[in-house]
Structure formats: C-alpha cells, structure tokens
C-alpha cells in the first residue's frame, strides 16, 4: 500500500460542512460591499517577484522570510505567490489605466500565501478579503472605510472588536522620525531583544510593533511620530477623527501602530479583538497614497484594507445551518432510472435543487438517505410510474402526505408544498 500524500502542512483542505460556512460568509461580504459601491477585482495569485520586493520593501518581514517564490525554468523569471493582493490590485491599476476616468472603488477576495508557523487563524495558504479606494484623497475615504467595517461587525453581531488609529505622516516625516528613533534605540541595544537589533538596521519603525513584553517600556520611552507630523498630515488625521467623532464610533489612538509594509502613510489601522487567543487583529489597513506611482502608474492617493477570513469564521458563531436540497429523487428499475433523468431536469429547470439517487439501492435503503438529505420532499419514481409519465410525491417533513401527479404538474405541485397551501389533486 502506497504512503498517503497528505496536504501541505498550513495549507488546508475546507470540507463541506465547513464549505458551507464559507459561502455563507462569502455572499454576506459581497452584498455589503456592493452596498457601498465596490466592484470586484480579480488580480492572479502568482505575480513577479519583483513586485512584491518594490511594493512591500526589502526589509520587511514578508519580503526577507516569508514569500513563497522560484524561478520559472522556462523563462528564468522569479514569481511568488501573492502574500498580500494590495500591491497586486494597485498593478492591475496602473497596468490598465483604472483610474483614466477618476476613482475606483475595489474589493478582491481569495487566498494569498506566506510562510509561517502555522497557527490558530494563521496559515500558510490563507484568505483574505479586502477593499482598495483608488484615486480618492481622503480623509472621508478613510473614514468611509472605517465605518464599513463598523457595519460589518454589526451584521455579523460582532463584539469585542477596538478600532486602533495611528497617523505614519509623510516619507520625508517619517525618514526624519526613522533618525531620532534610530538614535533612541541604539543608545540602548543592549536591551534590545534579537529581532529588534535585526530592524533596527533594517526596518526600525518595526521595533515599535514589538510583541515582546520585556520591551514594552522601552518602546513606551522612545520618540512618537505622531509628535513630529506636520500641518498637513496633522490635518488630514484630525478630519478622520472629526468624521467618526460625529459617526458616534469610538476609537483608540496608538501612537506605536506602524503596520508591517513599507508603502503606507499617513492613516494606519487595526481592528483587534481578544476573541481568537492573543489580541489580534481582525482587520488592518491605511492609506498608500505612493504605491500606484510605485508600480508603475501616475500618481494617485489610495486608501484600503484586508480582512482575515479565517480570523473572522473564528470569531462568527455557527448558527449549524446546512444546505439541504429542496427535493430528493428516489428511483429503481431501468426505465424508472432514465425517466428520472427528466424528471430531475425538468424540477432543476423550475428553480428547484434536486439530489438524484444514483446506484443500486432498495426504495427502502434510498428513502433513508432521503430523510437524511433534510429534504423535505422525496420525489418517488419506478418502472410504473414511468411508463404513465407520472411521478410520486412524498412529503418528509411535518404532515406527512403522498400522491402521484403528471410529470407536467410536479413542478407545480412541489411548489404548492414548500411555499403554498393550495391542495393538490393527485392520483391516490
């Protein structure tokens, strides 16, 4: 017997009954998106490494450790599994001139790929929805963002969930922040834990999203960007406030929250909950108004983003809802095996889902499988009510009832079932 191959480790299969969930989840975030006028975009999971290298930085986390990539032996070209699709959106803007005729709003939703340890809400493959509000200035598209994902929560019944702000100013204020805090955290790298002294040469503004308590209060004693921000990112930060001020929502200003990629400013944020382990974030996003320029296209400003959907499912109660068919089709003998077939199609083709029995089985045994479907009709067929053309109807929920009609009237009668209370008149 042959070694079982089994799925990659962090790359999950999702089963029927979690399947089920998923969808269900799925066309929720579809409908609320399109309710604030996002059209979808579907970008390819696999792009040119170089992308990712320009878009998220050299010296970020993802880019240095994280991104699955190889050389195609064809072409001798470098690609990687998109880690995250918000440069990939911004390519496919600039690559096709999106915003020729003004702003795009934008959502994509699908799977990306990091190398990880793999852990609850966290894997390898992933899933992520997003919104991208190309070509708007803000500070009302950052607002509007912001309290999308407010209505989301409240239609998920979400609690729990803190909205965290923090403003990344300009390049030219954060490169002259980069040096005060440079200086700040090398006149102590002895108390630096291994990972800081790895950014502090590299990405030093990470230092600050350090985890590790035993360097909470250093970080808490080094310089605050946001004391350093100009007239104008101040100004574009205090109009997001005042929005949501009046939106009556709450928020938390933390001063420490930079986010991990290099192509954000100004605005920044986190939705965290303590609802999957360790507080977390649910949501994250900001503006970048340089990256569409950065890929390739004019400059424009650009706001947006991602949802973890594994994170979310964990955080959504599962109300044990299944899809069950609308009709289970019983049938046995040859002519009954094929008169079937029309009869499926002709219920499938009056809107109605139909589970067809295929194989042997006694009307016993299927009649079981029937019951276990949830459907609540069982469409009965044999050698005799095929040769009449005709079908029998029973019901497998509450009252129970069966009689046989026409093959044109089933559909209609079926209807009357589920959804009326006209009485049928059948064959008894």
Same mark, same amino acid.
């Given at each position: 017997?042959?070694?079982?191959?089994?799925?990659?480790?962090?790359?999950?299969?999702?089963?029927? %009954?979690?399947?089920?969930?998923?969808?269900?989840?799925?066309?929720?975030?579809?409908?609320?998106?399109?309710?604030?006028?996002?059209?979808?975009?579907?970008?390819?999971?696999?792009?040119?490494?170089?992308?990712?290298?320009?878009?998220?930085?050299?010296?970020?986390?993802?880019?240095? $450790?994280?991104?699955?990539?190889?050389?195609?032996?064809?072409?001798?070209?470098?690609?990687?599994?998109?880690?995250?699709?918000?440069?990939?959106?911004?390519?496919?803007?600039?690559?096709?001139?999106?915003?020729?005729?003004?702003?795009?709003?934008?959502?994509?939703?699908?799977?990306?790929?990091?190398?990880?340890?793999?852990?609850?809400?966290?894997?390898?493959?992933?899933?992520?929805?997003?919104?991208?509000?190309?070509?708007?200035?803000?500070?009302?598209?950052?607002?509007?963002?912001?309290?999308?994902?407010?209505?989301?929560?409240?239609?998920?019944?979400?609690?729990?969930?803190?909205?965290?702000?923090?403003?990344?100013?300009?390049?030219?204020?954060?490169?002259?922040?980069?040096?005060?805090?440079?200086?700040?955290?090398?006149?102590?790298?002895?108390?630096?834990?291994? %990972?800081?002294?790895?950014?502090?040469?590299?990405?030093?503004?990470?230092?600050?999203?350090? $985890?590790?308590?035993?360097?909470?209060?250093?970080?808490?004693?080094?310089?605050?960007?946001?004391?350093?921000?100009?007239?104008?990112?101040?100004?574009?930060?205090?109009?997001?406030?005042?929005?949501?001020?009046?939106?009556?929502?709450?928020?938390?200003?933390?001063?420490?929250?930079?986010?991990?990629?290099?192509?954000?400013?100004?605005?920044?944020?986190?939705?965290?909950?303590?609802?999957?382990?360790?507080?977390?974030?649910?949501?994250?996003?900001?503006?970048?108004?340089?990256?569409?320029?950065?890929?390739?296209?004019?400059?424009?400003?650009?706001?947006?983003?991602? #949802?973890?959907?594994?994170?979310?499912?964990?955080?959504?109660?599962?109300?044990?809802?299944?899809?069950?068919?609308?009709?289970?089709?019983?049938?046995?003998?040859?002519?009954?095996?094929?008169?079937?077939?029309?009869?499926?199609?002709?219920?499938?083709?009056?809107?109605?889902?139909?589970?067809?029995?295929?194989?042997?089985?006694?009307?016993?045994?299927?009649?079981?499988?029937? %019951?276990?479907?949830?459907?609540?009709?069982?469409?009965?067929?044999?050698?005799?009510?095929?040769?009449?053309?005709?079908?029998?109807?029973?019901?497998?929920?509450?009252?129970?009832?069966?009689?046989?009609?026409?093959?044109?009237?089933?559909?209609?009668?079926?209807? %009357?079932?589920?959804?009326?209370?006209?009485? #049928?008149?059948?064959?008894?």
């Amino acid at each position: 017997m042959s070694e079982p191959i089994r799925a990659v480790r962090g790359m999950n299969d999702i089963l029927p %009954d979690e399947a089920e969930r998923w969808e269900a989840l799925e066309e929720i975030l579809r409908d609320w998106l399109r309710s604030y006028g996002y059209r979808n975009v579907r970008t390819p999971v696999l792009e040119h490494t170089a992308l990712f290298r320009r878009a998220i930085g050299e010296s970020t986390d993802i880019v240095e $450790k994280e991104m699955y990539s190889f050389t195609d032996e064809l072409n001798q070209e470098s690609l990687t599994l998109r880690p995250e699709a918000t440069a990939s959106v911004a390519r496919a803007a600039a690559e096709h001139s999106l915003l020729y005729g003004g702003g795009q709003r934008l959502y994509y939703l699908g799977p990306m790929y990091r190398h990880e340890r793999p852990q609850k809400g966290r894997y390898r493959q992933f899933h992520q929805v997003g919104a991208e509000a190309l070509g708007f200035p803000g500070p009302d598209v950052d607002a509007e963002l912001l309290l999308m994902c407010a209505r989301l929560w409240e239609d998920l019944n979400l609690t729990g969930i803190k909205l965290q702000l923090n403003c990344l100013g300009s390049a030219a204020e954060r490169a002259a922040y980069r040096e005060s805090l440079v200086a700040y955290l090398a006149s102590r790298e002895k108390d630096l834990d291994e %990972d800081s002294r790895r950014r502090l040469r590299t990405n030093p503004l990470r230092v600050l999203d350090s $985890k590790n308590p035993a360097m909470q209060a250093l970080i808490a004693g080094s310089p605050r960007l946001l004391d350093t921000l100009g007239e104008e990112s101040l100004k574009h930060f205090e109009g997001l406030q005042a929005i949501l001020k009046d939106a009556g929502h709450r928020y938390e200003i933390n001063p420490r929250l930079v986010r991990g990629l290099d192509y954000y400013n100004l605005t920044v944020f986190e939705w965290v909950t303590d609802g999957v382990g360790a507080q977390g974030a649910v949501c994250a996003g900001g503006r970048y108004d340089g990256l569409l320029e950065q890929v390739g296209g004019r400059p424009a400003q650009a706001c947006g983003f991602a #949802i973890g959907l594994e994170r979310l499912l964990a955080l959504v109660a599962d109300s044990g809802e299944r899809t069950s068919p609308d009709v289970y089709l019983v049938n046995q003998g040859e002519p009954a095996g094929r008169f079937a077939f029309r009869v499926a199609e002709a219920l499938r083709e009056a809107g109605f889902s139909v589970v067809q029995h295929c194989g042997p089985g006694s009307f016993k045994s299927q009649m079981k499988k029937a %019951d276990v479907s949830g459907a609540p009709v069982a469409v009965i067929v044999g050698d005799e009510e095929a040769q009449a053309g005709e079908a029998s109807v029973k019901t497998l929920r509450e009252e129970r009832a069966q009689f046989r009609v026409s093959l044109e009237r089933l559909p209609e009668a079926i209807s %009357d079932l589920l959804f009326g209370s006209a009485e #049928i008149e059948g064959n008894p």
